[in-house]
């Protein structure tokens, strides 16, 4: 969303009236269809926008954290027309153009990959089982992954892939391969997100949820 985009309203959402803490909006691509749903979050005021980005990261969880080098800060403002829209600011001018109790946005400043590029490279597998309502995952050593494929654009392609890669009774005929991102696959596989059922027939939304080059993708048959 540029600086010329409406913002539109959350009736939900109360303005923040204190003046010592910041309202931040996020969104997230969480929704059944792929839709974006909208947050928010209230943070202590920070002095600087560095600090601010820093800040954040403790209350803003990702399938796919972002860098702070990956996303920006934007002012919520009104224009001429008396519309609220979300304002570039330098970062410089964090305290001439932020207030404590006012509102901004968090925006990812690489654009969607369906939107630009796809970046190829490899992707690890690690396959699942639920049993008696409990999952359990595959060993997983990053410095020595058993199980690769080249990064996919689509469900198709992912399910192609892994059944090229694997041959196992996971893969037994009528089971459906779906699929799972990861919090923190370098250090342990105890969280995860299962991918929307739109990223099935959806290969923008496929996208969205992918890990990056050298990431991990869980595979669970049912």
């Known amino acids: 969303m540029d600086a010329t985009t409406s913002l539109p309203l959350d009736s939900e959402v109360s303005p923040t009236t204190s003046r010592s803490t910041l309202t931040v909006s ?17 943070i202590p005021f920070p002095q600087t926008y560095e ?3 820093k800040l954040l990261g403790k209350y803003i969880s990702s399938p796919r954290p972002l860098e702070a080098n990956e996303v920006t800060l934007k002012s919520s403002a009104k224009n001429r027309n008396g519309e609220w829209i979300w304002a570039n600011f330098t970062p410089d001018d964090w ?25 190829g490279g490899q992707i690890y597998l690690v396959f699942g089982e639920t049993k008696d309502g409990l999952t359990k995952w595959s060993y997983f050593n990053p410095r020595q992954p058993v199980h690769s494929i080249n990064r996919p654009g689509s469900y198709a392609e992912a399910v192609e892939a892994t059944k090229q890669c694997v041959r196992s009774h996971i893969l037994e005929p009528g089971k459906t391969l779906t699929f799972y991102v990861f919090k923190d696959p370098a250090s342990r596989l105890t969280e995860w997100l299962q991918f929307p059922s739109s990223t099935t027939t ?21």
């Open 202 to 222: 959806d290969a923008d939304a496929w996208k969205i949820f992918v890990p990056l080059p050298h990431g991990v993708l869980g595979v669970i048959a049912v």
């Open 26 to 42: 996020y969104e997230s691509p969480l929704a059944e269809n792929g839709a974006a749903i909208r947050h928010y979050a209230i």
């Open 95 to 119: 305290l001439l153009v932020v207030a404590p109790g006012s509102e901004v946005g968090l925006f990812g400043k690489r654009p969607l990959e369906s939107q630009s590029v796809f970046w």
């Open 51 to 53: 600090s601010g980005l």
